[in-house]
């Protein structure tokens, strides 16, 4: 219902479609994150061809994005209704002998273990209101914070990173940018031109004559809508 609260979930799983969720695979945070990041970034081709100005880099692709979040663990009492496996119920791990190492212990098989049979680590949907993200755990440091008389942690917070998984029919979508290294086919449109359309993939309108040569076009001025155009990758590209 309205209001109700949330809790961010991690959920484990063994393959890479996130099909086959790893037993006892399933993590709630004890309290929610007051922030989340989110990194994105782009790779850029910086390489320059011999006896060539210097000119801006160019787009290569998208890499997957990166999260980060903080996990807090606490046996101090203060917090109750603490159910960190996800399950019905409240306080799952009814031994307090132990402190917050159990607690830590589940959170680590589930987004830190490796899979001896994929031989990777499991994969994870982390689920919390408007994000959800696929991914990998890249880093996680865990620092113990308070301790019973006998060295015991009662209170723990786990700095995790994951790396974003994009699915492979995707990433090769998303990777089809207009890479002048890659043979391209455009169709003409109304109002195109062959300087244009050479910009638009190379970035570089100079290369139509080596266009026109490769479809032997004789008049580069007059292209017929819906005319196909191969663009062949250039060797001397900026």
Do not use: C
Request: hydrophobic share 35%.
């Amino acid at each position: 219902m309205s209001g109700e609260l949330t809790k961010l979930k991690i959920t484990a799983y063994s393959d890479e479609k996130f099909s086959e969720q790893v037993a006892d695979g399933e993590f709630k945070t004890l309290l929610n994150p007051e922030t989340y990041l989110l990194n994105y970034k782009v790779e850029l081709n910086q390489t320059q061809a011999a006896g060539t100005s210097a000119s801006a880099p160019r787009y290569n692709k998208s890499l997957p994005e990166d999260l980060s979040l903080d996990f807090l663990f606490d046996r101090t009492g203060v917090i109750t209704d603490y159910n960190p496996s996800g399950e019905g119920g409240s306080n799952t791990f009814k031994d307090e002998g132990r402190g917050v190492n159990d607690d830590v212990d589940h959170f680590k098989k589930v987004v830190f273990d490796y899979n001896g049979e994929k031989h990777k680590p499991n994969y994870l949907t982390i689920a919390w209101g408007t994000l959800l993200f696929k991914g990998t755990l890249s880093e996680m440091e865990i620092q113990f914070k308070l301790f019973k008389p006998d060295g015991t942690p009662l209170r723990a917070v786990a700095k995790a990173k994951f790396k974003g998984f994009v699915e492979e029919t995707l990433r090769v979508a998303k990777e089809n940018s207009n890479s002048p290294d890659l043979t391209h086919v455009r169709e003409v449109k109304e109002g195109d031109t062959l300087p244009l359309m050479t910009f638009r993939i190379y970035g570089d309108s100079k290369y139509y004559l080596e266009v026109a040569k490769a479809n032997r076009i004789t008049n580069f001025r007059k292209l017929t809508v819906g005319q196909k155009i191969f663009f062949p990758p250039v060797t001397n590209h900026p």
